[in-house]
């Protein structure tokens, strides 16, 4: 498996254009961090897509509406197509997404309506698989229903899809685990650990540290890994794995970002006086990776694989070409307290 260079990425810019005008999406996780992202540039950048089904975990089509408005399209990350389409956006959210009331952990997504459900087979060229319980702590049936079960009943879906181009599973870089040095982009096989000499059932698993993941998250995902790669079938396939993602880089605008997420935590304790020590390698890396280029990578991945009888897995990351260490983190931190405290100073002198 290969990772994306930049001259591959180069190379299919002008692929995007011949994508997506004319294809039908469907986006699970669009509630999620990354989820609305992709929703987001897609709407923004290729305005003639047929249509983006939405699957959000909802009882009925009006809670789904709801939440699309209250937890995606109604967020600032959509100021700026908002103020492209000025009055047209409304307009041009009815006719172009929609709202599925569904759950994938639950077979046939949890798609009630079955018009709706046979419409959707039907219809779909992409499938952007994005749901996640991302929490590290998450109780181990409720991370296994979505991160694992999800993404086989995603698989399912799919294959019954009879447009269907390609399927991409977004997981994370650390199914790999904990290893040191050059990790290869390879998919796991049925039953194998992170531990040479265990064996990994996973209809009765129940311990997630048993086989070497250090977590119920990383776990989750790389059984759902082991699912979409068993049960694909002719299914074309990619996975992508982000590293840590952070706020975006450049679109739709920089440093959009929602909730508390991994480094945040620390930023915000810093700046509240609570982080008075942090032990840490100077020098070790810690790989952040802005949720803007996640995104622009799924849809090269997309361009580059659709209908292909071969499967590839991305590692997305900078650990190599442009590595962030801690040193810089803290160098960084420090600088923006203190250029915020000498404003603060300012403004206070000034009133």
């Known amino acids: 498996m290969v990772a994306f260079s930049g001259s591959l ?23 999620g961090f990354l989820g609305k992202i992709f929703v987001e540039k897609i709407l923004r950048v290729q305005p003639d897509v047929k249509k983006l089904y939405l699957l ?14 209250n937890e995606i399209i109604g967020k600032d990350l959509f100021k700026v197509l908002r103020d492209k389409l000025g009055d047209d956006f409304d307009s041009f959210i009815s006719e172009k997404v929609m709202a599925v009331a569904g759950d994938v952990s639950s077979e046939n997504l949890g798609i009630r309506d079955v018009n709706l459900r046979k419409a959707m087979l039907e219809e779909i060229d992409i499938v952007l698989h994005s749901s996640a319980s991302t929490k590290f702590d998450e109780r ?19 294959k019954n899809c009879i447009r269907v181009e390609i399927l991409l599973h977004v997981s994370i ?10 990790v290869l982009e390879k998919p796991f096989q049925m039953g194998q650990t992170l531990i040479g000499f265990s064996k990994l059932d996973i209809h009765f698993e129940k311990k997630a540290k048993e086989h070497g993941w250090p977590n119920t998250y990383v776990f989750t995902k790389a059984m759902g890994e082991m699912l979409v790669e068993h049960t694909k079938e002719n299914l074309p396939i990619v996975i992508v794995r982000p590293t840590i993602i952070s706020s975006t880089y450049k679109e739709p605008f920089p440093g959009w970002i929602e909730g508390v997420r991994t480094l945040d935590s620390f930023a915000i304790a810093y700046g509240k006086s609570k982080l008075t ?9 810690v790989d952040v990776t802005p949720a803007d280029m996640v995104v622009n990578t799924i849809i090269m991945a997309m361009v580059a694989n659709a209908n292909q009888c071969y499967d590839n897995i991305y590692h997305v990351g900078f650990s190599i070409r442009n590595p962030l260490r801690y040193i810089n983190l803290s160098d960084y931190a420090h600088k923006y307290f203190r250029e915020a405290m000498d404003r603060q100073r300012w403004e206070a002198y000034q009133g």
Not at 143 to 151: D, F, K, V
């Open 173 to 182: 870089a650390y199914v790999c685990g904990e290893a040191e040095g050059l």
């Open 140 to 158: 181990f049936d409720v991370a296994m229903c979505t991160n694992t079960i999800g993404a086989l009943n995603v698989v399912n879906f799919a």
């Open 277 to 285: 020590c942090f032990p840490r390698d100077i020098d070790a890396i």
């Open 9 to 31: 990425i180069d190379s299919l810019e002008y692929e995007k254009e011949s994508m997506i005008p004319g294809k039908t999406i469907l986006v699970t996780g669009a509630t």
């Open 56 to 69: 959000l975990r909802a009882s009925n089509s009006c809670s789904a509406a709801e939440r699309m408005h």
